[in-house]
């Protein structure tokens, strides 16, 4: 099995910052890309990031500059660094990875169940 979890939200004021982390783990050969969606109450699920294995980075672009996708190979992590948060940040964030496990040869997308990120004052 693969399980991808998040971690890391919580309540915050505006401007405030927090930083997401996703673990991927089980029976992994390889992690490909990596990404983080966000979904806002009644909203569709949306791209924020998105990190390729080669580290090479994608944004939404209203959310460049104020978060960061990064990701750490060693142990299948992922995180977004989220600074000068904003009531509109609000949402559960949504890990989605790339992955090709024991079970099958064909690499395969595996989502995380979010975590909520809640900013309000």
């Known amino acids: 099995q693969v399980h991808v979890v998040e971690s890391g939200g919580g309540s915050v004021q505006p401007g405030g910052s927090l930083r997401l982390s996703c673990v991927v783990s089980?029976?992994?050969?390889?992690?490909?890309?990596m990404a983080w969606y966000s979904q806002a109450p009644g909203q569709q699920r949306e791209l924020v990031a998105s990190?390729?294995?080669?580290?090479?980075?994608n944004y939404e672009k209203s959310l460049e500059g104020r978060f960061t996708i990064s990701r750490a190979h060693a142990n299948n992590t992922m995180y977004l660094q989220m600074n000068s948060l904003k009531l509109e940040d609000t949402a559960v964030y949504f890990c989605?990875?790339?992955?090709?496990?024991?079970?099958?040869?064909?690499?395969?997308?595996?989502w995380g169940q979010g975590t909520q990120v809640t900013v309000s004052s």
């Open positions: 990190i390729l294995q080669n580290g090479e980075t």
């Open positions: 089980g029976s992994i050969i390889s992690v490909f890309d």
């Open positions: 989605k990875a790339g992955v090709r496990s024991t079970m099958d040869p064909i690499p395969s997308a595996y």
